[in-house]
C-alpha cells in the first residue's frame, strides 16, 4: 500500500512518528528510519499495515515503512 503525506511528530506520552496522508488520515509509523524523522517532510511511502499492534497511542492506524522516497513539496 502507498501512502503520500506529511511527517508529522506527535508529543504524546513518549511521542511518535506518523503521517497525515492527503485525504487527512492518519498513520502512525512504528519503527521509522531516522531519515523520516522530520517535521514537515513530504513523503511517499509503501507500507505494511500492522494488525496486531498494543500501544497506548490512540491515533492513526500503525504501519511498517518497507521503502520511502522524499517528495520536493506538499
Known amino acids: 500500500m502507498t501512502v503520500t503525506g506529511r511527517v508529522t511528530y506527535q508529543a504524546i506520552a513518549t511521542g511518535f512518528w506518523g503521517i497525515v496522508d492527503e485525504q487527512g ?3 502512525r509509523m512504528v519503527n521509522p528510519p531516522s531519515a523520516l ?3 514537515g517532510l513530504h513523503i511517499s511511502a509503501e507500507v ?3 494488525e496486531e499492534v498494543v500501544s497506548i497511542f490512540m491515533w492513526g492506524l500503525p504501519v511498517e515503512i518497507l521503502s520511502f522516497r522524499i517528495l520536493e513539496k506538499y
Request: charged share 55%; aromatic share 12%; hydrophobic share 35%.
Open 37 to 39: 524523522c522530520k517535521e
Open 25 to 27: 488520515k492518519k498513520w
Open 48 to 50: 505494511r499495515v500492522l
